[in-house]
Every structure is written in C-alpha cells, then in structure tokens.
C-alpha cells in the first residue's frame, strides 16, 4: 500500500521510517495493480496501450494516465506521482510532465543515465549459465540492457531469485567501457550495460563473498 506523511511524503507499508502512520493514498491490492500496469507500459508494451515513446524511454503524462484508465478507472496523475515518489527500487523517474521507467526495458530504448564510474560490476549467474557467460560474454536474451550489481553480494542476492546457489561473474568495466560497452548508473545497486565481451569477464570463488553481509 502506499501512504502519505505530513513530513516526508508517500511511502509503502504500514509506517514512514520517522514512524508516522500517515493517510493512505492507494490499498495493497491497488498499488499492486498500478505497479504492474505502469510497468507493461513503460517497460514492455507501450505499442500495446497506444503509447507513444520517446527513444529515452519517455512518455507525457496525460497519455499515460489515459492509457492506464482504460483498464483501471481509478488511475490518475496524483497516484503515479505517489508510485514513483514511494518506491523503494526507483524504478521510474518524472521529469518535465513525462515519465519513464529508470530500468527494466523489454523494449527497445537509448538511456542516458550518467556514465558508471565504478572500476569493477558483478553479475550473479546460475551454475550452468555462468560458463556459457564466461565463453560467449553477457547480454539479455529479454531485456535492452544487461542488469549489473555493484556489488559481487548484492549480484549473489540478485542471483538467488533464479539459482539457489548463484555464482558470481566480475565485470571489469573499466576496460570495457574504455573499448566503448556503454555502462550506466541506475541508482546505489544497478547499473545497467550493453552486452559485454567474454574477455571483460572473470568469476569470483564463492569462498571470496562477504555473504554473511547480507
Ligand atoms: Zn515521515
């Protein structure tokens, strides 16, 4: 559910982090609802709901907010202001009366998020995809862009959603975004990638992750 603090503004569940209660804006089983439809337009099937995008990934607003009553009556400006203020993961950004998603692209798109500048990204891969990644290198067979982690624990962490025991694949991205693979910071855990050579890519020994960190 999203609710409202007098102080900081929307936030999901039951408290603000200052313990504020606040009023609720949208029930669980709504926002649930909005997530997964503004999700499909932005990052999926834009086309679908007749949704024009910008090759940044943008759409106005108004279009949007039309677009997404046709299937939830209920939908509005203020709500999806509430959606993206609220979540945790930032997956979404408004900016100039247009929206867009910040990641997570099925479609295809050109962000422009600002250049990584980390030296090292880290991928967590099941057993039997990580040797294929280490001999063809890494890219998304259902996604514009590959999603690293920037850290080899939170690429563990990411890894364990598909694989009970992930393992993870160092990127060095300070060469290869030297030899051109465009790298870009999405926000504190992801950077999202073109697709990059074998020869930029090593696996890490599982003895060597701080997984007790987690
Ligand atoms: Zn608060």
Redesign the pocket.
């Given at each position: 559910m999203i609710r409202r603090?007098?102080?900081?503004g929307f936030?999901r569940g039951e408290r603000?982090?200052?313990?504020?209660t606040?009023s609720q804006v949208l029930d669980a089983t709504r926002t649930e609802q909005l997530g997964r439809l503004v999700a499909g337009a932005l990052r999926h099937f834009p086309d679908d709901m007749g949704l024009a995008m910008s090759p940044q990934g943008w759409v106005e607003i108004p279009i949007l907010v039309d677009a997404l009553r046709t299937r939830h009556r209920w939908a509005n400006e203020n709500l999806l202001v509430a959606l993206v203020q609220s979540d945790p993961k930032q997956r979404y950004e408004i900016r100039q009366g247009r929206m867009r998603a910040r990641y997570g692209h099925s479609v295809d798109v050109e962000l422009d998020h600002p250049e990584n500048q980390l030296d090292e990204l880290f991928y967590g891969a099941a057993e039997e995809e990580a040797d294929r990644i280490l001999e063809v290198g890494l890219r998304s067979a259902s996604q514009r862009y590959v999603h690293l982690s920037t850290s080899p624990e939170k690429a563990w962490h990411v890894g364990t959603f598909r694989t009970s025991n992930p393992r993870v694949i160092r990127v060095d991205a300070a060469s290869a975004q030297m030899a051109g693979v465009r790298m870009m910071r999405v926000n504190d855990n992801i950077v999202i990638s073109d697709p990059i050579p074998a020869q930029y890519l090593s696996q890490i020994p599982s003895r060597d992750l701080k997984l007790q960190t987690q």
């Open positions: 603090c007098p102080q900081h936030f603000c982090e200052c313990g504020e606040g």
